[in-house]
C-alpha cells in the first residue's frame, strides 16, 4: 500500500511535468519521475512565496494609507493572515520535496514505478474520456476552473476506477488522502463529492444496462 501511495504522488505531482505520449512515458526511470515531483513541489512553493509576499504588501499599505479605520484594520489583518497560510503551505511543498526522495528509498521502487507508470500512461492516453466523466459528474462547475492539482486528483481516481481495477472506496479514499495534502482547505471534500457522484453515475448506468438486458432490449454502445 505504501509502494502505491507513494506511485499515486509521484503520478499526480509529475503529471505537468511529463511527457503525454506512452511511448515517450515509459522510457522514464524512477529519478525522472522523482525530479519531476519536486519540481512542481518547488514551482508550487516559490508561487505561494509570491502571492503571500504581495499580500503582505498590501496589507501594509492600506495601513499606511488609511486612518486606521476598523473596517480597513480588519482587512489588512486579512491579508496578513492569508499571507501566512500562504507562507505555511509554501514550507510544507518544500518539506515533501525534502522528504520524498527518503520516503523512496523505504518502498519497493520497481513497484512505484510500475504502477506509477500505469496511472501516467492511462491518464494521458484516456484523458478525453475521464474528463467526460467527470464533467457529466460536476454540478454548476467546470472541470476546466479547477485548480490544476484538483483536476489531476480527480483524473487519476477515475482512472484507477475505470481502468485498473481498484476498488471504488480505495479509490475515493485515496484520492481524499493525497487531496489533503495538496489541495486548498476544502477541496478534498469536493473531490470527494464528484467521485460519489461519479460512482452513482456507473452504478446507475450499469443498472439500466442489466434491466435493458432483462427485457431484451439492446444496451447503449
Known sequence: MQARR??????????SQLPEKPKKLQELDLDDLLQAAVKTLAAEAKDALETASDELKRGSQRLVDTDLVATDLESSRAM???AIDLTQTAINRLAHAVEMPEFLQMTNQKEVRAFAMELLTNTTKHRAEVDSVLESAMVA??????ARIDRDILRIAVVEMDYLGTPDRVAINEAVEIAKRYSGEEGFRFINGVLKRVV?????????ESQGAAEGKPTPQ
Do not use: C, I, P, S
Open 6 to 15: 507513494m506511485a499515486r504522488e509521484l503520478a499526480l505531482l509529475g503529471l
Open 80 to 82: 496578513v493572515d492569508e
Open 141 to 146: 462547475w467546470q472541470l476546466k476552473r479547477l
Open 200 to 208: 452513482d453515475r456507473h452504478t446507475e448506468g450499469q443498472g439500466a
